[in-house]
Every structure is written in C-alpha cells, then in structure tokens.
C-alpha cells in the first residue's frame, strides 16, 4: 500500500507559480511511477505529467509543456510539479497518483494505469 498526501495548492494570479508537492509513504518510493493529473470543475480528470521511478523519464500533457515541470526525490519518498506561467485554464483540483512499476523505467498517463491517488489540492489561477 502507499498514501499519498498532496500540498501546495493555493490561488495565484495568471503568469504566476506555484509548486505542489506529494509526500507518500509505505513501499520503496522509488519502485513506483508517479504521475499529476487534474480534475476542474464538471470535467474528467486529466493526465498532467509522469514520471519513472529514478526520474531518468517523463512525459507531458501538450497544454502544460514548457511550463510545468515534474521531479521527485526518491530520498524524501516526493513528488513535485513546478507550475509556471499559469494560466486561468490551469484551474483545477490537482492530484497525485502511484503506479508500481519495479525497476522499469516507465511513464504512465491513463488515469486507469493508476492504482493509488492522494486527496488532491486546489489551484486557482485569477485573471
């Protein structure tokens, strides 16, 4: 099992930054992908970025690439996304999610690939 427990979230005027962490606990942080994805309000939750368990592997969604970035430190068992240039769009719950994956070096973006999911945080970007 691992919980995960996602912070960070807050509200911040467009063109501005935030970062959220995702701090898990129980099995060997590092023996499992991570990914972010987000939910607004009325939509289906959405893939955000993915990461492999050692970092050496991400991938982006189109509408946050060049602006976000995900990393982990496998040391602190967290997950992080630096969000830049947000956007109004940007707007919506965020959540942290776990997928175990060994030592394979994978990156997962279904939302059904995922077997473990924190409480998710609020952002909100103001125009």
């Known amino acids: 099992q691992v919980q995960l427990v996602e912070s960070g979230g807050g509200l911040v005027q467009a063109g501005g930054s935030l970062r959220l962490s995702c701090a898990a606990s129980g099995r060997p942080f590092s023996l499992y992908a991570m990914g972010w994805f987000r939910q607004a309000l009325g939509k289906e939750r959405e893939f955000v970025a993915a990461?492999?368990?050692?970092?050496?592997?991400?991938s982006y969604s189109d509408s946050v690439k060049g602006r976000f970035t995900i990393s982990r430190e496998n040391a602190k068992n967290t997950l992080y996304l630096q969000m830049n240039k947000l956007k109004p769009e940007d707007t919506a719950v965020y959540y942290c999610a776990a997928r175990y994956s060994g030592f394979r070096q994978a990156v997962n973006e279904a939302v059904n690939e995922y077997n473990y999911w924190g409480q998710g945080t609020q952002v909100t970007v103001s125009s």
């Open positions: 990461i492999s368990g050692s970092g050496s592997t991400t």
